[in-house]
């Protein structure tokens, strides 16, 4: 792994999510690996040429930065951290940069919400606490490690990312988990949405919301080559994705409506 200590120029950045004002990215890179990160374009912006995964450039000035940025915000923004890396990946247990970045909006009524698949962020729920209005959603894709493994091999296991949503509920702070990307004839069981669905409620989750793969060119390539080397006989369904992505995503709301209202917990789509 290559770590890198950088000064960035912004830490507040305006983002092209509609639900989002301004997004806050601690790190550029993203020690989780995931496969299906659609992140990886942040390569091109960096200069970096090692795969993606190998190496962290770490923001440690961010804190001083947004200090200075956020008198300049419209208030009650919406800022989400980690719209292309995890705020919580392992380094933030040393630099701690979420967390200076997340003391220093603890005066003001932002909405801030944080996206991750860590356990680290229990270490902070005593600043989350002391915010005006905060979430914690947690992607999980699937409870299935062999899927873990393959596809997120740096992120810890579902159930303890569902003990971290546990820990924060009782806590007073509100979580959902965000099932994203559903990969297509691997983590799209009713089997395994039943699975989430009734983890995330017993957790104490507010909600889950689902979304589908986007076969954005490198990811596309990069799925297909996992799917062909760890689950040859999926293949060929999953190729079928690329041009039935319509009538799949159909199905697919259908099987999630059905089991959401089975098990009386809130479901939203993102696709
Ligand atoms: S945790 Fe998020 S940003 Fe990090 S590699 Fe996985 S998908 Fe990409």
Redesign the pocket.
Known sequence: MIINEVKCKSILNKSGISVIDYSINPYYG?A???Q????VFMKRFTGHTEP??DFVDVKINAAEVLARQLPRVRKRSRISF?T???PY?PLELKYQVTRKCLEILKPYRHRVSI???STIVIRDADILRKLHKVRVSF?ITSMDEKVRKIF?P??PPAEKRFKAIRTLAQDGIRTSVFVAPVIPYISDSSATITDILRAAKNAGAEYVMFDTLNPYPKVWRNTQRLIEKHFPDKLASFNTYYTNRKTYSIHLRERIRILGEKYGIEYKYAF
Do not use: M, R, S
């Open positions: 993203c989780h690996k995931c299906y990160c659609y992140a993606w995964g980690g292309v890396c995890d990946q996206l991750t698949k992607t997120e740096g992120a």
